[in-house]
């Protein structure tokens, strides 16, 4: 009996794309220490920087995401862990990727927005003329820091005409009501920003709708909470809102105690449009090709239903039409090569 193939290979020739991804959760150990020897390590911080990236629960998880943004004191800072993600998700086959960027957390001490953006920018356009991913920057609120957070970000935007993509909401979901963003939400939409929210992650069904419905979100962070309604399943089925679903980053935080316990399967089969992300690759020790490899070997889907994800991955994306064009071509491209190593394998 032949070894059982790999679900997609690791070499996908710059055709898949990450819609779900935060900066600052890209930190790598090695990378920690090296700022902390530069800036100093924060008293309140351990000594031994590994001891952030193993998380009980949720909220010990947002409490050591929270304490690995002290690390970062200088826009140099920002361009070097820039520069390890692109690196990172170039050889990993990334074409493009949509990246969450929490300034306010960096503008509240004193860093300036624009100086923060720029070594960003400046790392992502050297990273991209070596054969690197695109990247373009989703500024996410705090959800627990209230409205007064998304304000700060969407005058961020505002300082940054054309070099932000959108926003979005992350944090505790059940720490303030979604109405009370409402309309900071379409304010975004007003000033021509795409809008999307965590949901459904480590709250329930209800946190959905009210993305959806209050919020007006486009896409779901996350979302895995749908599965426990029907209702909910058959709207956004209708209105085709995708999933950005982050598998390990669900059994990391303990939102889903098992493999075996995890809903990716079950809106899969209730045809929900899904995607797979990272979320914080350091944070959850993971990476985009390990999250396609757990769709088989953890999840037992076939390898059509995961390209059916990964093209999915790109239409759900915001990258314009004739950019979806070209990396779904790849997509065709690299399935039927792999298809055919497939069968010389098998002969």
Known sequence: MSPQRALLPRRTARSRV???????GSISPARLRALWEVS???????????????????PEFLQHFAQITKALNRPEDLAQ????????LKRQGVAAAEVFFSPVILTRRGIPFLEMLDAMDEAAARERARGGPALAWILDGVRQWGPGGMEENLRCAAMAAGRILGIGIGGDERSVPAEAFAALFHAARQMGLRTVAHAGEFDGPESVWKAVEVLGAERIGHGIRSAEDPLLLAMLRRRRIPLEVCPTSNLRTGVVRRWHDHPLPRLVAAGIRITVNTDDPALFRTSLHTEY???QRRLGLGEAAALRIQTEGVRASFLSPSD???ILQRVKVTNSTSRLIGRKTKS
Do not use: M, V, W
Not at 40 to 58: A, C, K, Q, T, V
């Open 18 to 24: 990450e819609i779900h991804l935060h900066l600052e």
């Open 40 to 58: 100093g390590r924060d008293p309140s911080l351990p000594s031994n920087p590994e001891s952030l990236y193993r998380h009980r629960s949720f």
């Open 81 to 88: 862990i820039t520069t390890d993600l692109c690196r990172r």
């Open 293 to 295: 490899q757990a769709l």
């Open 324 to 326: 979806k064009r070209r």
